[in-house]
């Protein structure tokens, strides 16, 4: 891990969701995201989790392709 913190979130109905989390707990955030959608006494939907989940993987696609580009030098 490399020590980088990402954010999402999603500002409904005068309600904000903020989600902070790295790397190696993303797993734990999707678990989240669906554990809210399927609370009935919040204003979270399962179509809030899925866009916010979509938000999650593509960070986490966009760092394993960073990770994989070889080392280039400054001109």
């Known amino acids: 891990m ?7 979130a999603l ?7 903020v989600f902070l ?3 190696e707990s993303a ?3 999707l678990q989240t995201l669906g554990h809210y959608a399927a609370d ?3 204003n979270f939907t399962w179509y809030d989790a ?9 960070l986490q696609a966009s760092s394993a392709s960073r990770e994989d580009e070889p080392f280039r030098r400054s001109a």
């Not at 500002?11 to 969701?17: A, I, N, T």
């Open 2 to 8: 490399d020590g980088s913190v990402n954010v999402i």
């Open 11 to 17: 500002v409904k109905d005068g309600e904000r969701y």
């Open 21 to 23: 989390y790295d790397e």
């Open 40 to 42: 009935p006494e919040m």
């Open 50 to 58: 899925a866009v916010l989940s979509q938000k999650v993987r593509r």
């Open 27 to 29: 797993p734990q955030l």
